[in-house]
Antibody, heavy 119, light 110 residues
């Protein structure tokens, strides 16, 4: 059974870089999926951040594109998110998920991790 | 702000039916498949419907999905208290070249 588990600091200072990792079990990170990140500010809806395929293809939501990067570590079977120059508006629960290419659905999702941006 | 519009809330009595609409455009819903997610309080979203109207294993047939033009609909019949949750539609937007989600709908069993 595939499982995803996010990890990383729960508190990041404004202007610094948010870094999260998603450990994958049950599937190889080299499978034909997009490995994606989605976030949800407190009390708000879902926002896709972007995703990466093991072949190097990536996509990022336009509003975050200048600040975000997603990478894959095949040796550790995990993928990562970096978001630079964070502000309070980046405070959210961050989820990692598997996205099926061309079919537009995410399954499964990690349990999520809350990241607060505050000094 | 989301490009997919859902009603903020819907409610019905136990055993009744509710429908949740998801309105988009030709660059998203009108162009490709729609999925739906259920988010129970304090938990991660869970896939409920994929490819417009298919249910993953373990999802009861009380949940159904449909799509017509630039809109999609989620239906829940035989409403149960355990169905109280937030529901989101999702799809790919070919203009934005990213996945987009609906604004979310809170289902309340009254």
């Amino acid at each position: 059974q595939v499982q995803l588990q996010e990890s990383g600091p729960g508190l990041v200072k404004p202007s610094e870089t948010l870094s999260l990792t998603c450990a994958v079990s049950g599937y190889s990170i080299s499978s034909d999926f997009y490995w994606a990140w989605i976030r949800q500010p407190p009390g708000q809806g879902l926002e896709c951040i972007g995703g990466m395929h093991h072949n190097g293809a990536t996509y990022y939501t336009p509003s975050l594109k200048s600040r975000v990067s997603i990478s894959i570590d095949t040796s550790k079977n995990q993928f990562s998110l970096k978001l630079t120059s964070v502000t309070a508006a980046d405070t959210a629960v961050y989820y990692c998920a598997i996205r099926i290419p061309n079919l537009n659905w995410f399954d499964p999702w990690g349990q999520g991790t809350l990241v607060t941006v505050s000094s | 702000q989301s490009v997919l519009t859902q009603p903020p809330s819907v409610s019905a009595a136990p055993g009744q039916k509710v429908t949740i609409s998801c309105s988009g455009s030709s660059s998203n819903i009108g162009h490709t498949y729609v999925s739906w997610y259920q988010q129970l309080p304090g938990t991660a979203p869970k896939l409920l419907i994929y490819e417009n109207n298919k249910r993953p294993s373990g999802i009861p047939d009380r949940f159904s999905g449909s799509k017509s033009g630039t809109s999609a609909t989620l239906g829940i019949t035989g409403l149960q208290t355990g169905d109280e949750a937030d529901y989101y539609c999702g799809t790919w937007d070919s203009s934005l070249t990213t996945d987009v989600f609906g604004t979310g709908t809170k289902v309340t069993v009254v």
